[in-house]
């Protein structure tokens, strides 16, 4: 990859007008894959020998024309099934279905070579697919390998990674940001993110449970997960955009998830954001850190000291605000925390920075 050069994966919603279209290539990919399996299971079975993808792609070899489907997406259906039977160590994987309680979703994998992008649409496999507005010009970047994919509720997506020049933000700016529950993040300057999307809509998603209504439990569960991601993304730019240095607290969502805050905790998707924070912070040249929260709570962000007023422990919970006996400050406790953060996300630097001197002088 060329220097300078970034890399990300874009997903695009793609018309309903196409789904006919893209079940019909997504059944041949299954008859290809189902293909594989059964070929790949006999060679096992009868000549003690395991075919690679480059084996299996001889067996395919003519079929593009048969099956209307790019000879590129064939090879890449092979590659993938023998990775997959690998990583599985087995002789055989499950089929590929598209009815039935076990069915699998759509899937159409391609390569560079095979889509092109005119005027904002799509072409792959000699069809212009028209997307949803997304705010992305894909003019600005260059398509590479990817797929087409069906969610639980039958909407279809153009995924494709793309290569592009990040755009370089020059931001002194710092923040640190403390990983809550009823709050599900608090930075330094105040700014709360209220989640609990799936609080808000919990009692309609058990009456559809309980009624067995399938669609409308999907469609209710995709509702809460879009909203948590919509909050999550506009909140993790609004960082990048602002700030130069991103500190966040080391909290584990996988411990915590094995105690009563389970549901809390999940719904808050602590992981979805440092996972945004991330790779926008790393495209945006900006420094993201995650430090060690240990007392940030019941530590006094102005004086340091640990009070005996401060919260502790699960019980401490309760406690949302509170005063500094050795100082008289008086504190919001998840800003408190988040002061803390960014305070030691900075102590971090300067360590890193003291070792990487003390490297060059040795």
Known sequence: MDKGYSVKTLKIRVKPKHNKKLLDMAWKVNQVWNYANEISYRSIREKRKFLSGYDIQKYTAGSS???????????????????RRTKAKKAKLNWRTMKGSRKNLGWIPFKKVAIKNIDGKIRFNNILFDMFDCGYD???????AGSFNQDAQGKWYFNVVVRYQPKKLDNKKSVGIDLGCKEAATDSNGFKVVGREYRKLEEKLAI???SKNKVLSRAIHAKIRNKRKDTLHKYSRKLVNENGFIFVGDVSSSKLVKTKMAKSVLDAGWYTLKTMLSYKCDHAGIVYKEVNESYTTQACSCCGSISHGSPRGRAGLRIREWTCSECGAHHDRDINAAKNILAAGHSRLVE??????NAKLV
């Open 208 to 210: 559809a449970q309980r």
């Open 352 to 357: 890193e920075k003291r070792k990487r001197l």
């Open 65 to 83: 024309k048969l099956l209307e489907l790019p000879s590129t997406t064939i090879d890449t259906i092979c590659s993938e099934f023998a990775t």
């Open 138 to 144: 894909l003019d600005d970047y260059e398509l590479r």
